[in-house]
């Protein structure tokens, strides 16, 4: 732990990393590397493989190390090899399913819809039906995390209990845990919305029309658990 | 706010904006997310040389538009209060001015502080005691601009007379900017009788409760 802690104090970004300490220091490591590669892409492509070893047990330092990378691959898609290492993320990243902590859930799915919203400036991304499933299968994810006619159970409290200082802790603990669920839910909803409209574009670009894409409509539309009045509109 | 195309587009766009922040420099999709002060925002967006844009105002809360008691008792974020309890509760939907806009993903905060006026069966504490202790945590505001707002005391016996004031300052911050910006406060009023009838004022609303559970509200 000495030692990430001297690296940490030698880099630039030592707030940054101070602020998101992972307890494991192999994990922090990994986290580091990005980091560090922040100056040199060559560099954040050759951490790649180290950050896939942190998914599924490190969830968090997974998704903020992916994060850190594809903030950098983002602004350079015109070069062939972070192209590649792009397209790599997007892939492995589409492979994987929601964490089921929502604190660390909330972080993933926007990470996720960001990427693919960047994938959809690409041919290979935007041109390609199994992209398309893919995203109606993220799709159909955030559907069966959405709790249908949910209302917000956190709030702001404002309680009085004289000598009771403990029990308030504990109520306030509680109602933070309650307004994560809220920001979840508030997340899944959002995002919901946001991939409808892709699929609507991705099915405007293969319409049904043709027999050939009728397939590829089929399987988005189940695989979004798309409702009947949204399978119309497609 | 999500930003998108109804149909399909041929190639990338370009997005650009005078105010506030866009996730994307380019793409079919994008999200803005407004500035954190009263400003005009015009987002423009270019197809193959063509552009269109489109102005929003944004303005700032301005503060409580009004309140709504949704419930008196069996409130999710306090214990129940049962009968030879002094205690009273009150669940409000608070509705943020103005109201003719959405200030969704607006976070609003009471800053706690300690409490003043403190007379009679309250003076047994010290105003740091009666401190505001819930306070201090960011709540997001809906679609309708509404939160809620979970008022609640609980003392325990002996009873007599007697009141205390919370003077409560509070916050407003776009979610996720991290600029704080000040919003007119508003106060919080706990009183008790000898007979261990508790009332909160709070919003231009009141909750009276006896100990015998009999609840009467305005």
């Known amino acids: 732990m000495k030692t990430i802690v001297k690296i940490i104090a030698l880099t630039v970004l030592a707030t940054n990393v101070l602020s998101i300490a992972f307890a494991d220091a192999e994990t922090n490591g990994t986290y580091l590397k990005v980091l560090q590669a922040s100056n040199n892409i060559q560099d954040a492509i050759q951490t790649l493989p180290a950050v896939e070893k942190l998914w599924p047990q490190e969830p968090e330092a997974y998704s903020k190390s992916v994060n850190q990378a594809f903030q950098m691959f983002r602004t350079d898609l015109d070069n062939p090899d972070v192209r590649q290492a792009f397209l790599n993320l997007y892939a492995s990243m589409m492979r994987k399913s929601c964490p089921t902590n929502e604190g660390q859930g909330i972080f993933w799915i926007e990470l996720k819809r960001d990427i693919i919203s960047n994938g959809l400036n690409l041919d290979e991304i935007r041109n390609n039906k199994s992209q398309g499933v893919d995203i109606a299968k993220f799709t159909g994810e955030i559907r069966s995390r959405i709790i249908l006619n949910y209302s917000n159970q956190g709030g702001m409290l404002s309680i009085s209990m004289p000598g009771h200082p403990e029990i308030i802790k504990k109520l306030v603990d509680e109602n933070e845990r309650k307004k994560i669920t809220d920001n979840f839910q508030s997340t899944l909803r959002a995002t919901d919305q946001m991939l409808v409209s892709i699929l609507r574009d991705y099915s405007s670009r293969f319409p049904s029309s043709n027999p050939t894409n009728a397939n590829f409509i089929k399987q988005i539309s189940d695989a979004a658990h798309l409702t009947v009045e949204e399978r119309e509109k497609l | ?218």
């Open chain 2, 1 to 218: 706010m999500a930003l998108y195309f109804g149909s399909t587009l041929p190639t990338n766009a370009l997005w650009s904006t005078t105010a506030g922040g866009l996730k994307f420099a380019s793409g079919s999709t994008n999200l803005f997310t407004a500035p954190s002060n009263a400003a005009t925002a015009t987002i423009t967006v270019q197809v193959f040389g063509k552009s269109v844009s489109k102005t929003f105002k944004v303005v700032e809360p301005s503060g409580i538009d009004h309140a709504v008691i949704a419930a008196t008792n069996n409130i999710l974020a306090f214990p129940n209060l049962t009968n030879g309890q002094a205690g009273a509760e009150m669940l409000l939907n608070i509705y943020f001015a103005p109201t003719e806009v959405s200030f969704y993903r607006v976070n609003i905060m009471e800053v706690g502080e300690d409490g003043s006026n403190i007379t009679g069966y309250f003076s047994q504490w010290t105003p740091q005691q009666l401190h505001h202790t819930s306070a201090d945590h960011w709540t997001t505001l809906n679609q309708a601009n509404e939160m809620n707002d979970t008022c609640a005391e609980l003392d325990p016996s002996p009873w007599s007379s007697g009141g205390f004031t919370w003077d409560i300052p509070s916050r407003w911050q776009v979610d996720g900017s991290g600029a704080t910006n000040f919003l007119n406060g508003w106060n919080q009023v706990f009183s008790i009788d000898g007979s261990g009838t508790v009332t909160i004022v709070k919003d231009n609303h009141w909750v009276q409760r006896t100990t015998n559970g009999v609840i009467t509200t305005k």
